[in-house]
């Protein structure tokens, strides 16, 4: 059973930066494609970026590209998100996800996509 777990949500103001992290256990994180993920209030969770299990390949929402980035540590089992300067539409609980292991060739920021989903970390941005 995989299973994923987020950490380093917080609040930080405005241009700031936060590091998010999720830790997977029962599967290794280098064979999984990978997505994060973030629900603002009132809104529909929405894919922030993913990143395929075959290859270090990442792709990001248009909102993000440029200042999120997507990484993982296949010693530690993690998945990071970066996030660079940060706006206050970034705010919102953000999760992480993995695809099933038979499609770790590509990744999507289809939220469909994805069958195993951590409680999530939230992040708050203010002005």
């Known amino acids: 059973q995989v299973r994923l777990a987020e950490s380093g949500g917080g609040s930080v103001q405005v241009g700031g930066s936060l590091k998010l992290s999720c830790v997977v256990s029962?599967?290794?994180?280098?064979?999984?494609?990978m997505g994060w993920f973030r629900q603002g209030p009132g809104k529909e969770r929405q894919g922030v970026g993913c990143i395929i299990g075959s290859g270090p390949n990442t792709f990001y929402a248009d909102s993000v590209h440029g200042r999120f980035t997507i990484s993982r540590d296949n010693t530690n089992n993690t998945l990071y998100l970066q996030m660079d300067s940060l706006k206050p539409e970034d705010s919102g609980m953000y999760s992480c996800?993995?695809?099933?292991?038979?499609?770790?060739?590509?990744?999507?920021?289809?939220?469909?996509?994805?069958?195993?989903w951590g409680q999530g970390t939230q992040v708050t941005v203010s002005s």
């Open positions: 996800a993995a695809r099933r292991l038979a499609y770790s060739g590509s990744c999507a920021l289809e939220k469909y996509d994805y069958i195993h």
């Open positions: 029962g599967g290794i994180v280098g064979r999984y494609s």
